[in-house]
């Protein structure tokens, strides 16, 4: 009988988001004329920017013609695709950030997780508390961390809190790491690091020699000119971290699938003795032996987006969740919920009332209210207390779970 991975064990049984899955699918089968309204996992309910769409059958006709067939596509991402990233989401801000340092790939939660097999497994690493789960387990099933312990915090893992008393905002640690995930817009708490709080991290970074590796997947959602949109905002960025983005918020791309990685040329790593090697090589090497490319299909439907055309339909798809998000903190707030985010990003961050625990909350807002939403605990010990609700359902539901609540 073969041997398994025993780094496994170490997680809890269920994936945060597969847990809530079971529990709605027990209530909905002993409650069939419930009418449940899904505000917990964060995804879109929009249709594909025209634009997408658009660009997506003239891609699909060019597959059905031998002179217009691609086969496997580039690992790295097809040229035109990056390019466009690297005008559009950097050039244009006046960010040094070209094609070649682009990683295109089918989503920054695949990046966010597999980016960590190119590091050591000695490499001591810091996440925020609370925090989006994928940074986490991916660690633990690689062997970098040692047991869940009984405050539920893995030994050999720097935790960061993030509370309402420092705003939700992680402060770099005492000791030294060499691996830091940082999420801004933040998920789950839908707060967001401004500039001289990042510029606190790149100087941690560079005195440390560590690397910072920036979830930036909600970036298009900051309405708010004093928060920065990618990391390379700050100066000597380039020189400590990575960035992942995403068109699945951005775009409507949840379930076509597309995101991409920047690591700049000069972001370096160390070997055992000492030697300087380039991080973007060492990825490279990993995305041609371990991933084919994304489809050509969806390069094309993602590049559509930067036009001025493109720009106008995805600002009117964020800014339709935008209005989901002031619609649920208004309808909270009245309520006389406390509430966090959702003004630079699509999710909000309520404290549980009745000093309810986060699953107890949970379990009475889907018998009693049938709304269901994502317990905070689940994303750390420090989300115990909170739940989150993301803006991303329709209109019609967002208005519904709210009037239900104020009743």
């Known amino acids: 009988m073969a041997k398994i991975n025993e780094n496994y064990l170490k997680l809890p049984q269920n994936y945060l988001f597969t847990e809530i899955s079971r529990r709605v699918k027990i209530f909905q089968n002993e409650n069939p004329a419930a009418e449940i309204i899904r505000l917990g996992i964060g995804d879109v309910t929009q249709p594909l920017p025209k634009v997408c769409i658009d660009a997506m059958t003239a891609a699909v006709a060019e597959m059905g013609n031998a002179e217009t067939f691609r086969g496997y596509g580039p690992e790295q991402g097809y040229l035109f695709l990056r390019e466009k990233i690297a005008e559009w989401n950097y050039q244009k801000r006046g960010l040094n950030v070209n094609a070649d340092e682009i990683f295109i790939s089918d989503g920054s939660k695949c990046d966010c997780g597999n980016i960590q097999e190119i590091f050591s497994l000695d490499s001591k690493f810091a996440v925020a508390d609370p925090v989006y789960p994928v940074y986490l387990d991916t660690n633990v099933m690689a062997g970098r961390t040692g047991n869940l312990n009984s405050d539920g915090r893995f030994s050999g893992v720097v935790y960061l809190p993030c509370t309402a008393e420092n705003n939700f905002n992680p402060a770099p640690p005492d000791e030294k790491v060499d691996l830091i995930y940082l ?6 708490t839908g707060t967001t690091l401004d500039k001289a709080a990042l510029a606190n991290w790149v100087d941690y970074a560079q005195k440390n020699d560590a690397v910072i590796l920036y979830d930036a997947a909600y970036a298009a959602y900051i309405t708010e000119k004093k928060i920065p949109r990618s990391i390379y905002e700050i100066d000597g960025a380039r020189e400590v971290a990575i960035e992942f983005r995403s068109f699945s918020k951005t775009a409507g791309f949840t379930g076509t699938r597309c995101g991409y990685v920047v690591i700049p040329e000069n972001l370096y790593g160390k ?8 991080l973007k090589n060492l990825w490279l090497r990993r995305q041609s032996t371990k991933f084919n490319g994304t489809a050509y299909i969806i390069q094309r439907g993602a590049a559509a987006i930067y036009s001025d055309e ?6 009117n798809l964020i800014e339709y969740y935008m209005t989901n998000a002031q619609i649920i903190r208004a309808g909270l707030t009245a309520a006389g919920f406390t509430v966090y985010g959702g003004i630079n990003a699509p999710y909000i961050w309520l404290k549980t009332p009745k000093n309810l625990s986060s699953w107890n909350f949970f379990d009475e807002l889907l018998t009693k209210y049938n709304i269901v939403g994502t317990p905070g605990a689940g994303f750390g010990p420090c989300g115990e207390g909170f739940l989150r609700l993301t803006a991303f359902g329709s209109r019609e539901n967002t208005l519904a779970a709210m009037q239900r609540l104020t009743k």
């Not at 999420?183 to 789950?188: D, K, R």
């Not at 493109?310 to 600002?315: F, L, P, T, V």
């Open 183 to 188: 999420c801004s817009p933040n998920n789950p």
């Open 271 to 278: 070997t055992s003795t000492g030697e300087k090697v380039p």
């Open 310 to 315: 493109g720009q106008a339909q995805i600002k």
